[in-house]
């Protein structure tokens, strides 16, 4: 059996690629396109990154829930301290 060892990583190389020329080929102002290239393909090499390491990894289920539920954790106390303010 033949493996090709980060073939996975050169493929989410060309999707982010693929995605900034796309969002620079849209007729968006400087400031969105900006943004959205950073936010939104910067989140999803990020999260598509830790899911592999997470799932290559054997102690999976931990580095899956753990940073879930602390982002859950997190959300709650943002959401309690704007409404105290």
């Not at 982010?16 to 968006?28: D, K, N, R, V």
């Not at 990154?49 to 709650?76: D, I, Q, T, Y």
Request: hydrophobic share 55%.
């Amino acid at each position: 059996m033949t493996t090709y060892e980060g073939t996975g990583l050169e493929l989410l190389a060309a999707e982010f690629a693929a995605l900034l020329g796309f969002l620079g080929s849209l007729t968006l102002p400087k400031d969105v396109a900006l943004l959205a290239g950073t936010a939104f393909v910067g989140a999803y090499t990020t999260f598509s990154g830790w899911m592999r390491e997470a799932l290559e990894s054997p102690r999976s289920a931990l580095l899956l829930a753990a940073p879930l539920l602390l982002g859950l954790l997190a959300v709650w106390a943002g959401r309690a301290l704007g409404r105290l303010l």
